[in-house]
């Protein structure tokens, strides 16, 4: 038998007398402990599903690796690149790459009778994932995009509709500018879409890659580029020095030299400012990790003060300093459990109602999302489980060495 466990069981379960103050001494160290594991786990989740929902949104405009003319990803310029088949049978071929789709951007101004707005088309083929925008369409379909002939239909957003006072099924008058020369071109609005990522949905425009082609004065073999999308973001690294190795610095027919470059870094901004919600996250673990802690050693202090004349019993029954230290850390592991079993049941049932209601709302032009986005990632819930009880079983050990300057004596006369 487990001695100091059996004393720890009898102590914990002992209701004794009402007017102990180690009673409310143990609820507030189990709500302490439960408050501090529950926000540590929302926190944690709430962030990740921030940060995650955030780069899908950006990965879905492009993709994760950018394959372009060097000189277009260095000065952001619509300098054309060749990509035929033999290219896209290359980059298809490249380990980690999952899909592979051309794209042609040109700048245009869609005008109406009361507004004007700039934008950038972004032409797209039969190969384009449409994924990504089915999930944020408003109204409308995703016309079916060709790279040999024009529909003259195009996809908006909502913001651009808004402001421009555009409708489904309306047409609309876009203008091109080259060289002093003005193009003008009618088109019809099939589909509005809506990701509340400000930065993408004030510019962008769908429509076919013959259309950018052409507008562009460009062969039928020249695009912007080429994204690429890879099997596991974690990868992404890897995947784009397996591009750099078989694709950068390369020549296309016309003279031309490829280059890549990341999602990361081409919107380096976004994703310097999602990395920096992980500090928020570390800072918010310490301070609950140290409120847990806290409350803990306190009630632990109070329990031994309360329990002194049980000590001197012991000690003079002959138990050692040893025994009676495990007895109330044992005691005090009795506290803790309780407090992280009711921590997950509110930081779990909390998250659970969020992601399946939304009751919690943002605005979206401030966070690019309508409700606060969590995310199950149950191994780290499962660390921050360990590592909580873990640091504050630690931190009991410490102050549970007062045992060991209660003598026996002068312990019978305390009351």
């Avoid at 060749?82 to 700048?107: F, P, T, W």
């Avoid at 591009?243 to 030299?257: A, C, H, I």
């Avoid at 002959?318 to 803790?336: C, D, E, M, Y």
Wanted: include cysteine.
């Amino acid at each position: 038998m487990n001695f100091p466990l059996f004393i720890a069981r009898r102590i914990y379960n002992d209701k004794g007398d009402k007017r102990q103050v180690s009673r409310p001494a143990i609820r507030i160290a189990i709500i302490g402990v439960a408050i501090g594991l529950a926000v540590m786990i929302i926190s944690v989740s709430v962030v990740l599903g921030f940060k995650h929902t955030i780069r899908d949104k950006v990965i879905g405009f492009g993709s994760h690796v950018t394959v372009a003319n060097f000189m277009a990803l260095q000065e952001e310029r619509p300098n054309p690149i060749c990509i035929d088949d033999s290219m896209m049978n290359v980059l298809k071929g490249i380990e980690g790459v999952a899909h592979v789709q051309r794209y042609a951007m040109k700048q245009g101004i869609l005008k109406t009778d009361e507004d004007f707005m700039g934008v950038m088309f972004k032409g797209v083929s039969e190969e384009f994932d449409t994924t990504f925008i089915h999930e944020n369409m408003v109204e409308g379909v995703i016309p079916k995009f060709s790279s040999t002939a024009s529909s003259n239909k195009i996809l908006i957003s909502k913001m651009t509709a808004d402001k421009l006072r555009l409708k489904l099924g309306d047409k609309v008058f876009t203008y091109f500018i080259d060289n002093n020369d003005v193009r003008a071109r009618k088109f019809d609005i099939v589909g509005i879409y809506q990701t509340n990522l400000t930065k993408f949905d004030k510019l962008i425009c769908f429509c076919d890659l013959y259309t950018s082609v052409k507008l562009n004065g460009w062969a039928e073999d020249q695009v912007s580029g080429a994204e690429l999308s890879v099997n596991d973001f974690e990868q992404l690294d890897n995947v784009e020095s397996n591009v750099v190795r078989k694709v950068n610095r390369t020549l296309d027919k016309y003279g031309e030299t490829f280059s890549s470059a990341t999602v990361e870094q081409m919107n380096p901004q976004i994703f310097t400012w999602l990395d920096l919600l992980d500090l928020n996250v570390w800072i918010i673990l310490a301070l609950m990790v140290c409120v847990a802690g806290i409350t803990m050693i306190s009630g632990l202090l109070i329990i031994i003060l309360e329990r002194t004349n049980m000590i001197g019993v012991m000690k003079a029954l002959g138990a050692r300093n040893r025994t009676i230290r495990h007895t109330f850390l044992w005691f005090a592991v009795f506290i803790i459990g309780w407090g992280m079993f009711w921590g997950n049941v509110v930081g779990l049932g909390f998250l659970a109602l969020q992601y399946y209601t939304g009751i919690v709302s943002l605005d979206p032009t401030t966070y690019y999302v309508k409700t606060v986005p969590v995310e199950f990632n149950f191994l780290i819930i499962l660390a921050i489980n360990v590592v909580t009880f873990i640091v504050s079983v630690l931190a009991l050990i410490a102050p549970s060495y007062l045992i060991s300057f209660i003598h026996p004596a002068k312990s019978m006369r305390y009351e």
